[in-house]
């Protein structure tokens, strides 16, 4: 997730393109206040005026901003989602997003009470922890653009299909997919049933190589640790989904899904502390640091079930998820929204998620220096024991010809085991799992 | 290119298949979910609503997948801070995020 200079700019100025862009031809498909295509007449002239007659459009543009406190990730995010709608109810998706992120990122080693120094990934530089402090990477920048079209028709009376890739690109990391659904509908349309799959791959070129798994990290200057050629990983997914109308108030969705992964599925820029376990005034102390190691292959599986309610009073929303794989992780989400009316044109929607994750059978806070470290390791706390709570606020102000705008309002708090009966020595007492909050914002213009 | 001395490392071309003998073996999950969806189907089969019923249900609000934006952006959070992801539609991805 490293980046150089140059390419950032080069990046950056893609982002902005796509930004100008995704404005310009929202600003001219929608033509405000006019949205759904009119009956033009056929002198209408004008570019925008030729698109905006091709099909009947809809979609969002919208911004995310996402800053972690502590001085750590932040991000900024636009992005544009566009339908054109075609006669016989054929629809083409396209959707742009733009990730600009910057701050500085955890590199897995465990706070310590003494300074701690390590290797750039670039393997050029090095740089500094301060004593109690966590250690960051803090020349962490990054972009990503992300690109996904699909294409949906009937196929009969009752059966839908579509089909449509996905690709993103950031310095590191390349993402190219392909996938399909299919979706039937009973005959009083009350009950739908879909079988989607999707195919991704993915191609990983780490700066400064790709880290030898369980190497030691070697001071800058020296010959790295490290491969060059890149790696590179595939996914299958399969969803099967259910929804179903129970009453003209209440609908419900099931969804089942499996993902299997294989290859290469490491943070090349992670790495683990190896601690003195030698007992005396050194005990907890960091000696060094190995870079991590993930199974080579993941399975997942999920179960998601999700409800929307109608009262006077408003829109009740609630999802719950369960997840497993077999890296041993285990989760919980559960998310819950209620929008109504203050006023003829403005809702309010205060939501809630929760979550909880066990850790993978992997996941380590550090190793010791007398262990023979030959099995998976990470020290990733995304990976580790935690929850988070997720507080929101979504303000929407309905605008005619059912466009609306909304600004959502959310404050991400995730928690972990800070003391746990691992730590030794100079580890108790310090905050092992520092918590991770982070402001975000979402403005979405939808049409 | 990995180190050799690393265990429980699969065989790149027969991890698919491992993966799949896995899925299909018995779990408790697979049964509970199965006979969920067996229950709701045939359940609800006297449910559901005419079509002149439906103004409530053509809502935005009340449309499962209506605001893919904000759904694009929220699974992007939680894929990049946890460990988990997909579900609601298919796992997010195409980036070094988890």
Known sequence: ?447 | MRNSTINNQNNFQNSYMTNLFVFLKFSLIKIFTLFYFIFVTAACSSMGVKPWEREVLSKKEMTFGAYVLEAGFEDHTYFSKEGSSGGRSFSAGGCGCN
């Open chain 1, 1 to 447: 997730m490293q980046l150089k200079n140059s390419n950032n700019k080069k990046a950056g100025k893609i982002g902005k393109l796509i930004t100008h862009a995704a404005l310009a031809l929202t600003c001219g498909i929608t033509n405000l206040p006019s949205v759904k295509a009119e009956t033009q007449s056929a002198k209408s002239s004008g570019y925008f005026s030729g698109i905006r007659n091709w099909a009947d459009w809809s979609g969002e543009v919208g911004l995310l901003g996402y800053s972690e406190t502590e001085g750590r990730v932040q991000a900024f995010e636009p992005g544009i989602n566009l339908n054109a709608k075609f006669d016989g109810d054929r629809v083409w998706n396209i959707k742009l997003i733009y990730d600009s992120l910057t701050g500085a990122s955890p590199n897995g080693a465990l706070i310590s009470g003494q300074p701690q120094t390590f290797t750039s990934p670039s393997g050029r530089a090095n740089y500094t922890t301060q004593p109690g402090q966590i250690p960051l990477y803090d020349q962490f920048k990054d972009s990503r653009v992300a690109v996904s079209s699909s294409w949906s028709q009937p196929l009969t009376r009752l059966l839908k299909g579509s089909a449509g890739f996905n690709f993103s690109k950031e310095y590191d990391y390349l993402s190219l997919g392909f996938n399909s659904s299919i979706s039937k509908e009973s005959e009083d349309k009350n009950t739908s049933y879909s079988l989607g799959v999707s195919f991704t791959n993915d191609s990983i070129n780490p700066v400064g190589g790709t880290p030898i798994e369980l190497a030691t990290m070697v001071p800058s200057g020296s010959a790295q640790p490290k491969t060059q050629g890149g790696e590179t990983k595939s996914t299958l997914d399969v969803l099967l989904g259910v929804s179903q109308v129970i009453n003209r108030n209440w609908i419900v969705q099931g969804n089942l899904s499996v993902g299997i992964s294989n290859g290469y599925m490491n943070d090349p820029y992670k790495m683990v502390t190896v601690h003195d376990d030698t007992t005396g005034p050194t005990l907890g102390d960091p000696l060094s640091y190995i870079y991590e190691s993930r199974p080579d292959s993941r399975l997942k599986q999920s179960v998601y079930l999700a409800s929307k309610s109608y009262s006077k009073y408003g829109i009740l929303s609630l999802s719950y998820r369960f997840l497993t794989d077999d890296w041993g992780l285990t989760s919980h989400t559960l998310e819950s929204n209620f929008n109504f009316a203050i006023s003829s044109n403005w809702r309010l929607q205060p939501g809630l998620r929760i979550y909880s994750q066990s850790a993978v059978d992997f996941f380590r806070y550090s190793v010791g220096s007398s262990e023979t470290t030959t099995q998976n390791v990470t020290a990733d706390t995304r990976l580790g024991d935690m929850m988070s709570i997720t507080p929101g606020l979504k303000i929407i102000k309905k605008l005619e010809n059912d466009r609306e705008v909304s600004l959502l309002l959310q404050y991400y708090m995730q928690t972990g085991d800070k003391s746990p009966s691992s730590a030794v020595g100079s580890q108790v007492g310090q905050d092992l799992f520092p918590d991770l909050n982070a402001f975000i914002v979402q403005i979405i213009y939808s049409f």
